[in-house]
C-alpha cells in the first residue's frame, strides 16, 4: 500500500505541474494582450501594472474553472482573463474613487466592451504582420524594425552597411509598402477563411 500511496503522490504532483506549467504558458503567451486591455481601462501605466499583477494571481487561483486548452481558439484564454482584468480594474477604481481622476465604472464598462470586442481584429493584425515580417530577408526586416528600435536608425544601418542613406529610405518606403499589401492581403484571406 505504500508504495501505491507514494505513486499515487507522484502522480498528482506531476499532474499539478503539469497544470502550473500550462497555465504560465498561456499567460505569458498572452501577457501583452491582457496588459492592453488593461492599460485600455486605467488613467496610468502603474495601475495597469497593479491590475494585470493582479489579474495573473486571480486566473490562477481560478484556473482549474477554466475550459479551454493550448489547443483551443487562441483567443479563449485572453477573453477569460480579460474579463477576471475587467473586474480587478473595477475593484482598482472603486478603491481610487476619492481621486478626482479616476474613470467612472460606466466609462470602464464601455471601455472594457469595446476592447473585448476588437481582441479578434487585433489578434488579426498581429498574426499578419508577423507573417509578413517573416517573409522578408534578415536585411530587409533589419532595416523595417530599425525605425522602431531604440538606438537604432536609417543613418546608423547605412554607416554599418556603407550604403547611403538615401537608397535605404528609398528602399523601406518601397519595404513598408510592399508590408501593407501583404498584411491587407493576409488579413483579407483570414476574414474569408475566418
Known sequence: M?????????????DREQHYNDFVALLSRHDQAIRRFVRSLLPNRDAADDVVQETALE?????????????????????WACVIARYKALSWLRDQGRDKLVFRESVIE???????????QR????????????KLSD???????SVHSPGQSVASIAKETGQQARRLYYQLDTLRTSLQRCIEKQLQKELRHG
Open 2 to 14: 505504500g508504495a501505491e500511496n507514494q505513486t499515487m503522490q507522484a502522480n498528482d504532483g506531476s
Open 59 to 79: 486566473c490562477w487561483r481560478k484556473f482549474d474553472s477554466f475550459t479551454g486548452t493550448q489547443t483551443d481558439d487562441e483567443n479563449e484564454f485572453v477573453r
Open 110 to 120: 464601455a471601455l472594457a466592451t469595446s476592447a473585448l470586442s476588437q481582441l479578434d
Open 123 to 134: 489578434e488579426a493584425e498581429r498574426r499578419a504582420v508577423d507573417g509578413c515580417l517573416a
Open 139 to 145: 536585411a530587409q526586416r533589419k532595416l523595417v524594425l
